[in-house]
């Protein structure tokens, strides 16, 4: 697992504190995460680490709730111990009791890995669904300034006759369907985030995210199809695609996200959703295969086409090949930057420092 220590992640938290984001909105603040352990929210975690080690009277109180102080320690090192962090050994699906002023709030804490959908449904449900519901209470109570949710593209559903899907966007979901225990679960998460800033007046924001890479993914555990590509590549194997290849997806590196993550953080509108996509690398899994074989020419790793096994794949019948429109997004000062070839390379120059 990469570490906040990691070149590749420190020269990211260098480019992310010239971006556009404006962190002194977080100066003397408490902000607590769900999720923080996790590829996308330990990003921002690391980039709050940065802030207090390396800006002079910049100070931001690190809040976690977690199940696990190992995984915490395994993830953040010794500043676990630092006196700007405190975690929380608690479950959402009770009643979150915290003494401190919270100040902002970020939902990450969600099972996005396919393989889980049809091993662990209520698991993946829970933390959308009613631990949304026990953070929003919080929230409510401590008057934040602003709370985050991490949704997913999954939530529109099939939809047809499409170039670009917007956030005002809706398409067919089966609530039987394996996947949707993820998709259905964010829908209602995103319902209560808008109800509770309508009726209770919570600054609440939503973010769509689709696929996102980078150095903290967990090549362990995650079976995703550009995380086995990436494991192919360090260990010099062949890839192998178990399907034609033809699936779209836009990937969009972890630093550009991390940056949209904070932008709707501090400046999105309440009650709002926001699409994070990189319309730029919106490409097939055949041709992100073939990027990577290019980039690593040297390795000799060969293309090959294989049969899928049904009996342990989870099959999304209501994903969509067309790009996510990210409009709105751009309206306050985001932007993607990091093409697909450096975005890869980077990750995996991360994980060869190991």
């Not at 207090?52 to 809040?63: D, G, H, L, R, Y």
């Amino acid at each position: 697992m990469n570490k906040y220590e990691n070149r590749v992640i420190q020269e990211d938290m260098k480019v992310l504190k010239e971006s556009e984001i404006d962190f002194w909105k977080l100066n003397n603040k408490t902000i607590l995460f769900t999720g923080a352990t996790g590829m996308l929210a330990s990003y921002m975690v690391y980039f709050l680490i940065y802030l207090n080690e390396n800006i002079e009277k910049f100070n931001c109180n690190i809040a976690l709730i977690a199940r696990s102080k190992e995984k915490c320690d395994k993830r953040f090192g010794e500043h676990i111990n630092k006196k700007y962090f405190k975690i929380y050994l608690c479950s959402l699906e009770e009643e979150i009791l915290i003494p401190e002023k919270i100040d902002y709030i970020v939902h990450a804490a969600s099972i996005a890995i396919t393989q889980y959908f049809e091993k662990n449904p209520i698991g993946v449900a829970l933390p959308n669904s009613l631990g949304t519901y026990r953070l929003l209470e919080l929230a409510c109570k401590n008057n934040v300034e602003s709370f985050l949710f991490f949704s997913t593209g999954s939530i529109y559903g099939k939809i047809n006759n499409k170039k670009m899907i917007s956030e005002q966007d809706y398409g067919i979901l089966d609530p039987l369907d394996t996947n949707s225990c993820y998709s259905e679960s964010k829908r209602f998460g995103e319902m209560l985030c808008k109800s509770y800033w309508k009726q209770r007046g919570v600054k609440s924001k939503i973010i769509r995210i689709t696929h996102t890479y980078g150095p903290t993914i967990d090549l362990e555990n995650d079976e995703r199809v550009f995380s086995e590509f990436i494991k192919n590549i360090l260990n010099g194997q062949d890839i192998e695609v178990k399907s034609d290849g033809r699936a779209v997806r836009s990937f969009c590196y972890i630093s550009d996200a991390t940056e949209a993550f904070f932008k709707v953080l501090l400046d999105g509108e309440n009650g709002d959703a926001y699409n994070l996509s990189n319309v730029n690398a919106n490409i097939s899994i055949g041709e992100l295969a073939k990027i990577l074989i290019d980039m690593y020419n040297d390795k000799k790793i060969k293309l090959k086409f294989l049969q899928r096994n049904t009996d342990k794949y989870v099959e999304n019948k209501f994903a969509n090949e067309i790009a996510f429109s990210t409009r709105k997004l751009e309206k306050i000062n985001w932007k993607a930057k990091v093409s697909i070839e450096n975005g890869f390379r980077r990750t995996i120059e991360s994980f060869e420092e190991n």
